[in-house]
């Protein structure tokens, strides 16, 4: 079966800080891969969407960037944290038309 | 530009009682609308709807669609506090992309 990874679980970084979050998938090849935020009291917003290695695309023009190095592997990536970057990641995988979703990650900035 | 509203906002409801979420659509192409349950973290898929008129079941959860009045609704029969999460309605508008609503937030009281 498959499973999806997210780490780390929470993350606390000072305003100005770089960033890096990493999802892995595991029991299945090819997945399409998607990063999204969900900030507090609000539905999940797309940020970015892969259908394989190196293909990025991006949905909403921000100081964030995703990378897929690797065919189960998706990395959402900042040079510097603003205080509207806080929010809960989550990182989800389809096959089809259902997506499935990783544990997250809560991320703080200060 | 896509739009999903979910109604109401949030409710509070006691052990054993119903609730109706409603979730409306306008979007440009709609190939199916899904349903999910988040809890503390990642949401977890409850259903997916692509036919009017067929209503799903799980359990003491169902779900309808009306793609002419552009519009779903999820039941939840005899509430436990177990079901007291986010439940968030998203509809997919491409091979990538879901479109979320913001979710209505149920606290179901023992």
């Known amino acids: 079966s498959q499973t999806i990874h997210q780490w780390p679980a929470t993350l606390v970084q000072p305003v100005g800080s770089p960033l890096s979050l990493e999802c892995t998938v595991e029991?299945?090849?090819?997945?399409?891969l998607y990063w999204y935020r969900q900030a507090a009291g609000r539905g999940l917003q797309l940020l970015f969407y892969?259908?394989?290695?190196?293909?990025i695309s991006s949905e909403v023009p921000q100081n964030l960037s995703a990378s897929r190095p690797q065919d189960r592997q998706f990395i959402l990536s900042s040079k510097k944290l603003l205080l509207s970057d806080s929010g809960f990641y989550l990182c989800?995988?389809?096959?089809?038309?259902?997506?499935?979703f990783g544990p997250g990650t809560r991320l703080t900035v200060l | 530009e896509d739009k999903v509203v979910q109604s109401p906002l949030s409710l509070v409801v006691h052990e054993g009682d119903t609730v109706t979420l409603n979730c409306s659509y306008e979007?440009?192409?709609?190939?199916?609308l899904l349903w999910y349950k988040q809890e503390k973290k990642a949401p977890t898929f409850l259903f997916m709807l692509?036919?009017?008129?067929i209503e799903k079941k799980s359990g003491r959860l169902s779900s309808i669609l009306d793609k002419k009045e552009l519009f779903s609704i999820l039941n939840i029969t005899a509430t436990q506090t177990g079901d007291s999460a986010i439940y968030l309605c998203?509809?997919?508008?491409?091979?990538?992309?879901?479109?979320f609503g913001a979710g209505t937030t149920v606290t179901v009281r023992a």
């Open positions: 989800a995988w389809s096959f089809g038309d259902t997506q499935y």
């Open positions: 029991g299945t090849s090819n997945p399409n």
């Open positions: 892969s259908v394989g290695i190196g293909q």
């Open positions: 979007v440009t192409n709609f190939r199916s």
């Open positions: 692509t036919s009017s008129g």
């Open positions: 998203a509809v997919d508008v491409n091979d990538y992309k879901l479109s």
